[in-house]
């Protein structure tokens, strides 16, 4: 029902509504090469959480890429609003709610939708709402493609201290496999280096019900990570993966992530 509400209005109106909700404030920044919408609870805090969107409308059919990447149902924008701290921001991907971009072009939401330049991008992102707020460290949370990115990110910083993802294919190769689909010729793959995040504490949500990120796909992932104390996955039965996270994002926020023995980072 979300879904098709949203489908009949105008997207970014629907996200400016939801953030409204949340006590979110939209801004535009940039983040060489792109201009990035976010919205964020203007706050100082020692510690940031910062919220990821998925891939949000990439493809109009199985074949044929979208013109506006900017989701109908944002769901991490959801989680974002149901998030009671008042240490929060939400970040778009590259392209979404924003027009006129000229750095724009369906790779960004394609087969170069978790590349260098989109991740490069979203972790100077990540830097601008740091300063904003005055943070020192992070919290990451990624929803679907979102969470892949958030995994890329956390990899290459070491003022990340926990690690959120939902729905999120985080190992892609193992991902298209399991979908015959074309290889992410242009994009990373977090389970490359899921080594360097074996002392970072994590959870990642995976839907009892998705049938386009299955659990063997987070479990190759956490593989791929080595000896790890601090990786944990929990099955949510019945949600889908575009099911109503947002309604079980309380409760499950409260699940706060730890090492058991204390974290290496």
Known sequence: ?????????????????????????????????????VYRRPSHASTLRVYIEGDGHAWTTVHTPSEDPTPWAPIALELAARDPSVDVAYLARPCQYVRGDSACDTAFWTDRRYGETVVHSLDLAVDTLKNAASARRLELVGYSGGGVVAALIAARRQDVTSLRTIAANLDTEAWTMSHDLTPLNGSLNPADTASAL?????????GGDDTNVNASVVRSFVRRMGPSQCARIRIEPGLTHNGDWAARWPSLLALTPACEGGSSR
């Open 1 to 37: 029902m979300t879904l098709l509400l949203a489908a009949c209005t105008d997207p970014r109106a629907t996200a400016d509504q939801i953030a409204t909700r949340g006590g979110l404030v939209a801004d535009d920044i940039q983040a060489a090469p792109f201009h990035l919408r």
């Open 198 to 206: 074996a002392g970072l504490p994590q959870i990642h949500f995976v």
